[in-house]
């Protein structure tokens, strides 16, 4: 690795080891590089009897991470043969499933903006905390793409039908919210993050956070769960359409309305990822699926066509193929799911996850 690669900043202060994304410009989206060095430093600090807890933050006043770096992503979908980004993915989720396995305290700071990529570095930790600024989402339907580093495990966890809620529309919720998901834990006020940051470095995580944390302001899903759960019940994405358009809450006719925006094929196989994942365990499990399901998005003209829209040229105005639902077959759904033979991802369920659907 380029040792002069700044894009994390790695520093161990007292008891604790410090992570911080530092690609501010970006809003620190993940390169591969990045998940690399992550992955490097846990290595190390899983050995080293100093360390008695890793925190990672990030760096800027925007947020923690918005994600993958798509825009390379975009690259490597249009004009190379997808490899690099199937080599970026494969990392990104075992640094995913490390990140829910690891030994010691793994405190994530979830500040301002957490979404896609930034969601699996910090919501499959032990300590996840958010703040008064935390804006939380898995807003890949926009993109063309699904909800992957484990989104469709941790949102086919969540009470009743709120994580498809979240899957299908992408929007972002606040501190209550991604604690009521099981997103977050700690609720802690910015303004208190740089002395909890430097208390971390001198006493245990429990005791720490035991004097931050608060109230978070309220939220706004668990007043939405009647139609939420009676919407997003349905069988198909059609189905949950039309139940939100007749249901007379103006939130759920909103809702429907964000949907139609999104790509038709990704919310279709967004859907069936988050069915499954229920079924399917343990993270390991589904990060095997959701590997299979990215891979295959590379070769489909979404994923391209939804970062130029909404990343690239910015115009807002994708150009779904095809266009509608109802267009979007189960064929064309399944081969999401197809075995990709000697180039699975491969995960391995722990022996300590054997028989829990916890993990």
């Not at 290595?43 to 925007?62: C, H, I, M």
């Not at 998005?297 to 193929?321: C, F, H, M, N, Y």
């Not at 399944?334 to 000697?342: D, S, T």
Request: glycine share 10%.
């Amino acid at each position: 690795m380029n040792g002069t690669d700044d894009s994390v900043l790695v520093r161990v202060e007292g008891r604790a080891a410090y992570l911080t994304l530092n690609r501010p410009k970006a809003l620190n989206a993940l390169t591969h590089t990045m998940v690399r060095r992550i992955d490097e430093a846990l290595t190390t600090w899983e050995r080293d009897p100093v360390v008695e807890a890793v925190v990672l933050t990030g760096a800027g006043e925007r947020g923690l991470c918005a994600g993958g770096d798509i825009r390379a992503i975009h690259n490597d979908a249009r004009d190379g043969d997808g490899s690099a980004s199937a080599a970026f993915w494969r990392d990104e989720y075992r640094l995913n499933a490390r990140i829910a396995r690891y030994p010691k305290p793994y405190v994530a700071v979830m500040d301002g903006i957490v979404m896609g990529g930034g969601v699996g570095v910090s919501a499959h930790g032990g300590f996840r905390i958010v703040t008064e600024r935390s804006r939380v989402a898995m807003p890949e339907t926009g993109i063309g793409f699904v909800p992957d580093v484990g989104g469709t495990y941790l949102l086919a966890r969540v009470p009743g039908e709120l994580g498809t809620h979240l899957a299908l529309t992408g929007v972002a919720v606040g501190a209550s919210d991604a604690q009521h998901c099981d997103l977050a834990d700690h609720c802690i006020p910015s303004e208190s993050l740089p002395q909890l940051l430097d208390d971390l470095a001198h006493a245990p995580v429990g005791e720490v956070l035991g004097r931050y944390t608060r109230e978070a302001p309220p939220g706004e899903l668990a007043e939405a769960r009647a139609w939420i759960d009676a919407c997003y019940a349905a069988d198909t994405v059609e189905e949950i359409i039309e139940r939100l358009l007749d249901h007379g809450d103006s939130a759920a006719k909103q809702a429907a309305e964000t949907l139609l925006t999104r790509s038709p094929t990704a919310l279709k196989v967004t859907l069936v990822a988050l069915r499954r994942a229920r079924r399917l365990g343990v993270l390991e499990n589904v990060l095997n699926q959701e590997y299979r399901v990215s891979c295959a998005a590379l070769a489909t003209p979404d994923l391209v066509e939804g970062i130029r829209a909404q990343v690239i040229d910015k115009d807002r105005t994708p150009r779904w193929s095809p266009p509608t639902l109802a267009e979007v077959t189960v064929a064309d759904v399944e081969r999401f799911f197809a075995p990709l033979g000697e180039r699975e991802l491969g995960l391995a369920v722990p022996d300590i996850a054997r028989g829990s659907f916890w993990g």
